[in-house]
Structures are given as C-alpha cells and as structure tokens.
Nanobody
C-alpha cells in the first residue's frame, strides 16, 4: 500500500523560507522519480520540481533559482526547499511518485498548504 505524506507547510511572509518533506512508504523509493506539484487557490495544478531516481532535477521556470529539490533515499523522503517565497507561491503542495522511465506520476500525497502573506 503506497502512501506519500507531505509535511512542512504553513504561513510565512514574503521573502521567507519553508522546507517541505514527503515521506514515501510502500514503494521502492530509489526506483522512483519524485515530484512536487502545487495548486494555487482557484487555479489548475502545476508542476513545480522533480528529482529522478538518478538525482537529475528539473524546476518550473516560476521557481527556478528559489526552490531546491532533494532526496534522502535512506529515509524514503523527498524535500522541497523554498526560499524567497512570493505570495504567488501560495498553494497546496503535493508530492508525487512515478516509476523510473514512466511518464505518469502514479502516486500522490494529500497535500500540504503553503500560504505566503503580503
């Protein structure tokens, strides 16, 4: 039974930082790509960042240079370090997993809310 559990969301002021965590269980973590997506209020879900099983990374243009994705395979955990936060970063952030070589993110967490004030 695969479960992804996000944590670390909260309320921060513009310019501040947060680190999101996602703990995965029920899957072979080091054989999966891990991604972060977000859904701002009233908007569609959008890609934020991903890190592959081989630790290649990719970021959305909107967060490039401000966010960092990393993984700790020993802890079955992927992180999203968010710096220089902007009000437009306000969203529910979701963790997702896909098997290496797959295109589809098969597993999703329930999300954690990030609110950036001002």
């Amino acid at each position: 039974q695969v479960q992804l559990a996000e944590s670390g969301g909260g309320l921060v002021q513009a310019g501040g930082s947060l680190r999101l965590s996602c703990v995965a269980s029920g899957l072979t973590f080091n054989s999966h790509d891990m991604g972060w997506f977000r859904q701002p209020p009233g908007k569609e879900r959008e890609f934020v960042a991903r890190i592959t099983w081989s630790r290649s990374t990719e970021f959305a243009v909107s967060v490039k240079g401000r966010f960092t994705i990393s993984r700790d395979d020993a802890k079955n955990t992927v992180y999203l370090q968010m710096d220089s936060l902007k009000p437009e970063d306000t969203a529910v952030y979701y963790c997702a997993a896909r098997r290496k070589f797959d295109l589809r993110y098969e597993y999703w967490g329930r999300g954690t809310l990030v609110t950036v004030s001002s």
